[in-house]
T-cell receptor, first 118, second 113 residues
Framework: DAGVIQSPRHEVTEMGQEVTLRCKPISGHDYLFWYRQTMMRGLELLIYFNNNVPIDDSGMPEDRFSAKMPNASFSTLKIQPSEPRDSAVYFC????????????????FGEGSRLTVL | QQPVQSPQAVILREGEDAVINCSSSKALYSVHWYRQKHGEAPVFLMILLKGGEQKGHDKISASFNEKKQQSSLYLTASQLSYSGTYFCGTEKAGGTSYGKLTFGQGTILTVHP
């Protein structure tokens, strides 16, 4: 399997521009997570989906952020308008429902999208 | 709510042992441990389910005390390859946000020859 695929790997944009990050989870996985990583805040959970349905989006910073999962093989995270404080590495991760009583199993992370907003 | 990890950083010589702790103020259902090398994505180490179990992965093991809402990661006879940032992820017991995995701030482990 190809693993979780994220694009773009690097994005440099100017303040006020729209940014769209994309993620293709591992086939058959039913959970998809979006995390943001910065030195100050560490790995923050933004939103996660189960069977394409958003379960918890309480980590989304503000209305400028939105995420969709139109089908089991694709998700997007959109920032509009972008601001310099949005600069971070954004990780997508997918997981299968856990075995032996676990809700979720191992998270498989993509390589991340490094966003720089000037 | 984000779990709290301690210490924030550890420096070791090859062959030394280390313990990384993870604690939560909420009742936990499971604890995950991941390691991240610089410039790479986090990689899974192990999951512990409530019940106080202990698991092992090579010379890395962990325990989970659900009564104290704490987990510890034990690294024995450390190798250079153990260097990286270790994250615990916790899944809260109960509530409607099943499967919600929240990570601690991370512990930076550096192993020197």
């Amino acid at each position: 399997d190809a693993g979780v695929i994220q694009s773009p790997r690097h994005e440099v944009t100017e303040m006020g521009q729209e940014v769209t990050l994309r993620c293709k989870p591992i086939s058959g996985h039913d959970y998809l997570f979006w995390y943001r990583q910065t030195m100050m805040r560490g790995l923050e959970l933004l939103i996660y989906f189960n069977n394409n349905v958003p379960i918890d989006d309480s980590g989304m910073p503000e209305d400028r952020f939105s995420a969709k999962m139109p089908n089991a093989s694709f998700s997007t995270l959109k920032i509009q308008p972008s601001e310099p404080r949005d600069s971070a590495v954004y990780f997508c991760a997918s997981s299968l429902r856990g075995l032996a009583g676990l809700v979720i199993g191992e998270l498989f992370f993509g390589e991340g999208s490094r966003l720089t907003v000037l | 709510q984000q779990p709290v990890q301690s210490p924030q950083a550890v420096i070791l010589r090859e062959g030394e042992d280390a313990v990384i702790n993870c604690s939560s103020s909420k009742a936990l259902y499971s604890v995950h441990w991941y390691r991240q090398k610089h410039g790479e994505a986090p990689v899974f180490l192990m999951i512990l389910l409530k019940g106080g179990e202990q698991k092992g992965h090579d010379k890395i093991s962990a325990s989970f005390n659900e009564k104290k809402q704490q987990s510890s990661l034990y690294l024995t006879a450390s190798q250079l390859s153990y260097s990286g940032t270790y994250f615990c992820g916790t899944e809260k017991a109960g509530g409607t946000s099943y499967g919600k995995l929240t990570f601690g701030q991370g512990t930076i482990l550096t192993v020197h020859p």
